[in-house]
T-cell receptor, first 106, second 111 residues
Framework: GIQVEQSPPDLILQEGANSTLRCNFSDSVNNLQWFHQNPWGQLINLFYIPSGTKQNGRLSATTVATERYSLLYISSSQTTDSGVYFCAATGNQFYFGTGTSLTVIP | EAQVTQNPRYLITVTGKKLTVTCSQNMNHEYMSWYRQDPGLGLRQIYYSMNVEVTDKGDVPEGYKVSRKEKRNFPLILESPSPNQTSLYFC??????????FGNGTRLTVT
């Protein structure tokens, strides 16, 4: 299967700071998605992004499929951004990374 | 409202007692799948289904069964649960070129 690696594994930010999360994948993929797992355990889809760049408010994502990586940018972080961020690559099934745990402190 | 519904949210059972976790989606999605989430291991796919009557093993299928008799439903069956199946389980669905939608999860404890 496809290997997916995320970095960093843990991140602590002061409110208002910016951050970049990275997702590397080992093979060609059909698409790449980013998810946020909130402190209550819910998994929310942030981006469906097989290639290119998308923006949604303070969040944006870029996937460079030819180089097998994707980046998630969080700008002006807020405490509500805390949680775990997962990326998932799709071949014939979904392959998840082990996540980046983000804590935003006031 | 478009959603994936899992039940129950919490389940405590004993070793060997058969159980079923239900999953239903109202988005007419072809693809449905089950995952377990364990600390430090992320989400691992148990089984997936590309359409009705079509199911395939994911990375960790041992000890689980699924069925896809209808497009909207994809139950997860544990015929003889064991303590190493204690985990947080998620069902998800997606259509062609669309995002993956998750249910709210089922926290299972097997004693």
């Amino acid at each position: 299967g496809i290997q997916v690696e995320q970095s960093p594994p843990d991140l602590i930010l002061q409110e208002g700071a910016n951050s970049t999360l990275r997702c590397n994948f080992s093979d060609s993929v059909n698409n790449l998605q980013w998810f946020h797992q909130n402190p209550w355990g819910q998994l929310i889809n942030l981006f469906y992004i097989p290639s290119g760049t998308k923006q949604n408010g303070r969040l944006s994502a870029t996937t460079v499929a030819t180089e097998r990586y994707s980046l998630l940018y969080i700008s002006s972080s807020q405490t509500t951004d805390s949680g775990v961020y997962f990326c998932a690559a799709t071949g014939n099934q979904f392959y998840f990374g082990t996540g980046t745990s983000l804590t935003v402190i006031p | 409202e478009a959603q994936v519904t899992q039940n129950p949210r919490y389940l405590i059972t004993v070793t060997g007692k058969k159980l079923t976790v239900t999953c239903s989606q109202n988005m007419n999605h072809e693809y449905m799948s089950w995952y377990r989430q364990d600390p430090g291991l992320g989400l691992r796919q148990i089984y997936y289904s590309m359409n009705v009557e079509v199911t395939d093993k994911g990375d960790v299928p041992e000890g689980y069964k699924v069925s896809r008799k209808e497009k909207r439903n994809f139950p997860l069956i544990l015929e003889s649960p064991s303590p190493n199946q204690t985990s947080l389980y998620f069902c998800a669905s997606t259509g062609v070129n669309s995002p993956l939608h998750f249910g709210n999860g089922t926290r299972l404890t097997v004693t």
